[in-house]
């Protein structure tokens, strides 16, 4: 398995799009559910685990393709400007906005407040400094997600740091990835990035491994940001064109 072009790692985009699969996958059943006839629990432990692994995949690999994107900066230039993290996720964060809005007009009793693309926006800024120093990356990501745990058992009378995991009650939401824990797997994203791609290149080679569905995975993996925004109006009108569900009047 040979690298794609100059600045990627197809094996990297191909587990992207593995979590894109999964996402997809759950997100077509949750529509089933919530609009069709589908008596499935998808709050079982099996579905919530399957939704914490994938959504750790994905967000651990923002962090690991940070080290990449600065390893190629560091090539050619001695300081990597801080500029370029700050307008990538400030731009992921307006797109987290989007979706709040879109949500709130249309599910306004569960609008998505802090969303996975409001958490890896604002990963993307407060990483700048972590990921030169893996270690200092190991550290702060099993602080913060420890502390993303002890949030969790708690709930708190306010709903101004709800972006941090301080959750108010009766709090309901579609998606919700606070800070603690999820920048701590932003930040052993970074860790691992500088183990395995130390200085931008492959420390292991990677198996070898079939040009299908290889290939394909790593398509939805390059495109995982516009998979990401638009594929729910694609799912849910692709359902409703083949019966499978309705929109409540």
Known sequence: ?????????????ALRGCAIVMMLL?????????????KMNLFSPFWRGYVL????????LAGLSLTLSFSRERKHRNVVPFSKYLK???????????????????IPEAYVRFGVLHCIGTSIILAYPFIPRPWLSFLGGIGSIVAGYFLSLRIFPF???????????????????PLFPWFGVVLLGIFAGNFLYPRGERRFIPPNIPAFPF?????????????????????????????FIRFPL
Do not use: C, W
């Open 88 to 106: 990538r996720g400030l731009l992921l964060f307006f797109y987290g906005m989007a979706i709040t809005l879109v949500t709130y007009l249309a």
């Open 159 to 177: 709903s101004f740091l709800l972006f941090l995991g301080f959750k108010p009650p009766r709090f309901s939401t579609l998606d919700y990835f």
């Open 215 to 243: 290939r394909g995975l790593a398509f939805l993996g390059r495109h995982s940001l516009t998979i990401y925004l638009f594929h729910q109006p694609v799912i849910l009108g692709l359902l409703f064109l083949l019966g």
């Open 1 to 13: 398995m040979q690298r794609s072009g100059q600045n990627r790692f197809p094996e990297v985009d």
């Open 26 to 38: 759950y997100h077509t059943l949750f529509d089933l559910v919530f609009f069709g006839n589908l």
């Open 53 to 60: 692994f994938g959504a750790s995949l994905f967000i651990g």
